[in-house]
């Protein structure tokens, strides 16, 4: 019973690790709100206007404090992330997936889920540039990961291949949007450019014959066109969509068939529901919008954050469901070796 208590204590130490560093993000929230956060940043409204998501601005410790609150779903789909990861290491279930048990993969996708959370509610309690700029890296740091996941199942990567890749990209951006601009001075939006790519790169996993890899680029304007950008308007202002050529970037860095089986339904299409009624009720959630009511108890913009945490949880679970069709080397594909127990 004793060695049975000692091999479950480490299982849950992640989850403790992220449930103590939010406390310490609470307290440093909440001391920084009590006293007046830092100076707003130049294209936030002032108290007693209506923000840029539709509520209004309030002079208290949350200046949007719907919209701020709504970002605690973040929090609590990342936690539970992290108890079912602690769970499967407690139980000793085998590793062939990396996104079963307390793995690298696994761990990273828990972490920036929970860091939605934080990122998002920083913004929309101060209105700083601070704020935003964590918003903005807190949406990166997530949503690069299902695409380069992907790139690294295709290209055969090692796990280091992969996080250094990841950290890569991550660290650009996060010192490219303060010292330069939030597109980098390329018009290049990464959260938006990073949508099409898991949506190819997961079509190329699916479907990996050479006539599918090469015409999977296209699949990337379909994407677009489904979040209201036609093909026309992307070939027509080719200075500021240039980066759908990224859109062949999976058919150039597979090295052949993915090797690997998920099963799509019914996590991944839940996930997929949940994210576009999740945009589209984002639409509505903006000061010009003819349903923006900003002293509802209801902002559409708090809704937004609650289903894209629900999207988060469904592609976390779409992910473990993942198989390999074939044993191979230990790579970020086949996830990481099953510890051995101490005598």
Not at 3 to 8: E, I, L, Q, W
Not at 104 to 130: C, E, K, Q, R, W
Not at 325 to 331: D, E, H, N, S, V
Request: proline share 6%; hydrophobic share 55%.
């Amino acid at each position: 019973m004793l060695r049975r208590v000692a091999s479950v204590r480490p299982a849950y130490r992640p989850l403790a690790v992220a449930i103590a560093a939010l406390a310490v993000f609470a307290v440093l929230f909440i001391a920084l709100g009590v006293n007046g956060w830092w100076t707003p940043a130049a294209n936030e409204q002032a108290v007693g206007e209506v923000s840029r998501w539709c509520e209004r601005v309030s002079g208290g410790l949350l200046r949007e404090p719907l919209n701020t609150l709504g970002n605690l779903a973040f929090v609590a789909a990342g936690l539970a992330m992290f108890a079912v990861l602690a769970r499967d290491t407690a139980r000793g279930v085998t590793r062939r997936n990396p996104f079963m048990g307390n793995q690298t993969l696994a761990l990273l996708y828990a972490s920036a889920a929970v860091f939605l959370g934080p990122g998002s509610m920083l913004m929309h309690a101060s209105h700083t540039f601070i704020g935003a700029w964590l918003d903005n890296l807190s949406m990166v740091i997530y949503i690069v990961i299902p695409w380069l996941y992907n790139l690294a199942v295709l290209g055969r990567w090692s796990t280091r291949t992969f996080v250094y890749t990841y950290v890569s990209i991550v660290g650009v951006y996060a010192v490219g949007y303060v010292a330069i601009a939030p597109d980098m001075g390329i018009n290049l939006d990464l959260f938006e450019a990073s949508i099409p790519l898991w949506i190819i790169s997961e079509f190329v996993v699916r479907f990996g014959s050479p006539a599918a890899r090469w015409l999977s680029g296209f699949v990337g304007f379909a994407v677009a066109l489904a979040f209201g950008i036609p093909p026309w308007i992307i070939l027509g202002h080719p200075e500021k969509y240039w980066w759908v050529v990224l859109f062949w970037l999976p058919a150039l860095v597979t090295r052949g068939p993915s090797g690997i089986r998920r099963t799509y339904t019914p996590w991944f299409w839940a996930g997929m529901v949940s994210f576009l009624a999740a945009y589209a009720i984002w639409t509505t959630g903006k000061a010009r919008s003819e349903l923006c009511n900003p002293d509802s108890l209801l902002q559409a913009h708090a809704v937004w954050h609650l289903l894209c945490a629900l999207a988060t949880w469904c592609f976390f679970m779409f992910l473990r469901t993942q198989r390999f069709k074939r044993q191979g080397p230990t790579t970020a594909v086949t996830a990481e070796k099953t510890p051995t127990s101490s005598p």
